[in-house]
């Protein structure tokens, strides 16, 4: 069964600051990975995806993802924080014919100014 | 409509009531998905409905929890005899065609229910 991890319940960065949210898989079969961002009373946006095109993904907002098979990572980075980029960050993952997605616990991002 | 829709944004029950929660998806999504989200806690997957059928249901917790979708739009999650335990965030997603991994899932705001 496929499953995720979210190294990190909650991250604090500086406005301007690099934003780095960690986020490793496990599945048996080539996975399918999504960030999804949660504000406050809104529904999940996905953020960005990787289906296997292409290992460096990038995402609305400024941010992107690397997938690296060697290490089952997906982490989320962006380099420069901005204000509005608070809010909680989900990782998840989608193996093969299953129709679920799991995910993880969530990170809080924090940012100060 | 323009997004995934759930009614209603709040709901406070009494534990061992009945309760419906409604999802109104994308038009023409033909995929459905119900999640559960806990305080601190990523979604979970529920159930998931292909067109009016459920194809897969083994993330409903026990027999208390029933979905349906009788035309293929909109869909009523149903808890039985709730307890103080199904207290979360019920959120509703629905995606263009769920055999292409391509396509996202488009999630509504959730339904928070609240069991006292």
């Known amino acids: 069964a496929q499953s995720v991890t979210q190294l990190g319940s909650h991250v604090s960065v500086s406005e301007g600051a690099l934003v780095l949210l960690r986020c490793n898989y496990s599945?048996?079969?080539?996975?399918?990975l999504f960030w999804y961002v949660q504000y406050p009373n809104q529904g999940l946006q996905l953020l960005l995806k990787?289906?296997?095109?292409?290992?460096l993904v990038k995402g609305i907002n400024g941010f992107e993802a690397e997938f690296k098979k060697s290490e089952t990572s997906f982490h989320l980075t962006k380099p420069s924080a901005h204000m509005s980029d608070a809010a909680e960050y989900f990782c998840a993952v989608r193996s093969g014919n299953n129709n679920d997605m799991r995910f993880g616990a969530g990170t809080r991002l924090t940012v100060k100014p | 409509g323009a997004g995934v829709s759930q009614t209603p944004s709040n709901k406070v029950t009494e534990k061992g009531k009945y309760v419906e929660l409604r999802c109104d998806p994308i038009s023409g999504h033909t995929a459905l998905y119900w999640y559960r989200q806990s305080l601190g806690q990523g979604p979970e997957f529920l159930i998931y409905f292909q067109g009016t059928g459920a194809a897969d249901d083994s993330g409903l917790p026990n027999d208390r929890f029933f979905a349906v979708r009788p035309e293929g739009s909109v869909s009523t999650l149903k808890i039985q005899r709730t307890e103080r335990g199904d207290s979360a965030v019920y959120l509703c997603?629905?995606?263009?065609?769920?055999?292409?991994?391509?396509?996202?899932?488009?999630f509504g705001p959730g339904t928070r229910l609240t069991v006292l």
């Open positions: 599945s048996s079969v080539p996975p399918y």
């Open positions: 990787y289906t296997s095109a292409a290992t």
């Open positions: 997603a629905s995606s263009l065609n769920p055999s292409s991994w391509v396509h996202e899932q488009f």
